[in-house]
């Protein structure tokens, strides 16, 4: 394909190179000559291990090339890829104007030179609200309609500086939010040869992925030197403690606990977090992260209950699941007991359904622990999954049960459902209401 890439930084300069040495007819626009000057004679404008040669090779082939004029890249290529840059603005929101200024001179360029179909890729950081306007602007500026003249897509890049032509090849995984499917015919040529998990969705989910990765990056980073500062005043060795971590690949670095879903609770998490803490005034160590995850879980269990009561009003709510979580009878500190006695302080009528918790059954701490938050649970327990779906007006189901139970379930069409743990059985329901969506 014929491919221009606007934007000539690091994104950019590595998107040249490595699409050029994938067969593409690349040019490289920018609006500083001297970016310019540097691609096309074959030498880089950053410095990344392996990106020379590349470049170099890239121009002795023919394959790259480099211009200041946006006009004229947009008529000799078939597919246009944003790499601009998106730099904080005082407020902390991002600086829109140069991917504004590129979709003008792009919008431009496609209403004095009509062809038949003209894709843009963004791969440029931004929020799903700037794709929309941006797509906005390029309808307006182009006199076209996105899917018809032109497909708009959300192309998030995962490129580290210092490993980024590496990266490049070997992603770990590669995304396209587009809706039409001439864009999406252009995406499925963009990287011959380059294997990786190929994900189309929803431009919105596109853009937030790059957001979710790099928040979470964050949060590791943060996490680690906070566990340093507490290892250094126990006097433990850091570097063995996370390398331990690290090995843990079941639990740790895996995709468990990164579900949205129900606050977190149990008879651990908030236990030794507190305790963490603790040992952390006695010290004077700030671990200001950690201190956040509890203040962060009580604006979560606040936000539930704030909901159901908007939603039932004083209306009867039904409750599946009392324990922390679904396959124990364990409700210390289970974010759903935090959510009933709320809800029993306001007055509304509870009925719960667990099918793994009896009263009767429990013991130790666990029973000590029930009544003392809800000294009455013997009067909401009910062990008919029926009679508590039928009896409320909005249902809360914070434990997952089999497909044939749920089969089994008579749920009435209108009845308001909060799902914590996103169960595809009942999404029919009209007034379905996922906890994040």
């Known amino acids: 394909?014929?491919?221009?890439?606007?934007?000539?930084?690091?994104?950019?300069?590595?998107?040249?190179?490595?699409?050029?040495?994938?067969?593409?007819?690349?040019?490289?626009?920018?609006?500083?000559?001297?970016?310019?000057?540097?691609?096309?004679?074959?030498?880089?404008?950053?410095?990344?291990?392996?990106?020379?040669?590349?470049?170099?090779?890239?121009?002795?082939?023919?394959?790259?090339?480099?211009?200041?004029?946006?006009?004229?890249?947009?008529?000799?290529?078939?597919?246009?890829?944003?790499?601009?840059?998106?730099?904080?603005?005082?407020?902390?929101?991002?600086?829109?104007?140069?991917?504004?200024?590129?979709?003008?001179?792009?919008?431009?360029?496609?209403?004095?030179?009509?062809?038949?179909?003209?894709?843009?890729?963004?791969?440029?950081?931004?929020?799903?609200?700037?794709?929309?306007?941006?797509?906005?602007?390029?309808?307006?500026?182009?006199?076209?309609?996105?899917?018809?003249?032109?497909?708009?897509?959300?192309?998030?890049?995962?490129?580290?500086?210092?490993?980024?032509?590496?990266?490049?090849?070997?992603?770990?995984?590669?995304?396209?939010?587009?809706?039409?499917?001439?864009?999406?015919?252009?995406?499925?040529?963009?990287?011959?040869?380059?294997?990786?998990?190929?994900?189309?969705?929803?431009?919105?989910?596109?853009?937030?992925?790059?957001?979710?990765?790099?928040?979470?990056?964050?949060?590791?980073?943060?996490?680690?030197?906070?566990?340093?500062?507490?290892?250094?005043?126990?006097?433990?060795?850091?570097?063995?403690?996370?390398?331990?971590?690290?090995?843990d690949e079941k639990l740790n670095l895996s995709e468990k606990y990164l579900k949205p879903g129900n606050p977190f609770g149990g008879s651990c998490l908030p236990k030794d977090l507190r305790a963490v803490l603790d040992a952390c005034r006695s010290s004077a160590v700030e671990l200001p992260m950690h201190t956040g995850m509890l203040a962060s879980n009580r604006v979560q269990i606040d936000r539930l209950v704030s909901r159901i009561i908007t939603a039932a009003g004083r209306q009867p709510v039904g409750v599946i699941g009392l324990a922390f979580k679904e396959g124990t009878d364990d409700i210390r500190e289970s974010p759903m007991v935090a959510v009933v006695e709320q809800l029993l302080g306001k007055g509304i009528p509870l009925s719960i359904y667990d099918q793994h918790l009896s009263l009767a059954q429990m013991v130790g701490s666990n029973r000590s622990f029930a009544l003392a938050a809800i000294p009455h649970l013997k009067d909401l327990l009910s062990n008919d999954l029926n009679a508590v779906v039928t009896g409320s007006s909005v249902l809360v189901v914070n434990h997952r049960l089999s497909p044939e139970i749920w089969q089994r379930v008579q749920i009435d069409y209108r009845k308001t459902i909060i799902d914590l743990v996103n169960i595809p059985e009942l999404r029919t329901v009209k007034n379905y209401e996922g906890l994040y969506w």
Not at 21 to 33: A, N, P, R, W
Not at 129 to 158: D, M, R, T, W
Not at 184 to 195: I, T
Request: with cysteine; charged share 25%.
């Open 1 to 247: 394909m014929r491919i221009s890439v606007f934007g000539l930084g690091y994104v950019g300069a590595v998107s040249c190179a490595c699409l050029a040495s994938l067969g593409h007819e690349v040019i490289g626009v920018d609006s500083v000559e001297e970016k310019v000057r540097r691609i096309g004679s074959g030498e880089s404008p950053i410095v990344e291990p392996g990106i020379d040669n590349l470049l170099a090779q890239a121009v002795s082939d023919s394959k790259l090339r480099a211009t200041t004029d946006a006009a004229a890249a947009v008529r000799d290529s078939d597919l246009a890829l944003l790499c601009v840059g998106t730099p904080s603005r005082a407020s902390g929101g991002i600086e829109t104007k140069y991917l504004e200024r590129v979709c003008r001179q792009i919008g431009s360029a496609l209403r004095d030179q009509p062809r038949e179909f003209f894709g843009v890729l963004n791969r440029s950081t931004s929020l799903p609200a700037v794709h929309g306007e941006l797509l906005n602007i390029l309808e307006e500026s182009s006199g076209s309609k996105s899917g018809q003249g032109f497909g708009y897509v959300c192309h998030p890049e995962f490129l580290r500086e210092g490993t980024a032509v590496d990266d490049f090849y070997h992603p770990p995984k590669i995304v396209f939010g587009t809706s039409d499917l001439r864009s999406r015919e252009l995406c499925e040529n963009l990287y011959p040869g380059v294997r990786a998990e190929t994900f189309f969705v929803s431009r919105d989910v596109a853009a937030m992925v790059k957001y979710a990765d790099n928040c979470f990056h964050a949060l590791k980073v943060t996490f680690s030197n906070e566990m340093g500062l507490l290892c250094k005043e126990f006097g433990i060795d850091a570097y063995s403690l996370m390398e331990l971590f690290c090995k």
